[in-house]
Structure formats: structure tokens, C-alpha cells
């Protein structure tokens, strides 16, 4: 049996979205997507829902940002679409990921 994973941010079990990526990660192997989210004045969003849609647009997984709007989903290559939503509105950002470390910026706005 393993032990219950800790939250880590107000009840979400999602890992801590500025943490370092792990040493033994295998950058050749595999896909990250990562990156800020940040309101139209260029300020980051902390505390925002950060979703990853398939190139179906169907629901893949979800993260909130750290205090400094940082956000990574671990992924396969591929088309993939970013959708924020805070308390500063919301934006959309398509990605086609490869493999290694995809950095990506989303803007939200009212």
C-alpha cells in the first residue's frame, strides 16, 4: 500500500507547480509542458485553473498555478490547448508539444 499523497495547494493533490523537475526526468524521452499565466497587463496570475484539452478538445487534466503563475502538465507530443481561467478572465493557447520542455505563456482576459 503507498502512502496518501499530501495537497499541496488548498486541497488539490497536484504536485507544486514551481517545484523543480525532477533529476531523473529523461528530457529526450519526455513531453513537459510549462509556463506562466498572465493577465492581459503582463502581470502572472497565481491561483488559476489551468487545463489540458486534447486536439479534440476533450478534458485531459488540470493544475492550479503557484503563487508565481506557473503551471506544468506532463504530456505525450502533440497538438494541445492551454485553458486558463481565474478571477482575471480566461484565455486559450495552442501548443504542439515535442518532446524535451515546451515553454508556453497563456493571457487571460475579462
Known sequence: MTAPV????AGCAAPDQAAPL??????EKETVITGLVQAESGETV???YVRLLDSTGEFTAEVVTSPAGQFRFFAAPGAWTLRALSRHGNGDTAV????GINEVTVTVAA
Do not use: E, W
Not at 22 to 27: K, M
Not at 96 to 99: D, P, S
Open 22 to 27: 525532477p533529476a531523473s526526468l529523461d528530457l
Open 46 to 48: 497565481p491561483g488559476a
Open 6 to 9: 499530501a495537497p499541496t495547494a
Open 96 to 99: 504542439t508539444a515535442a518532446r
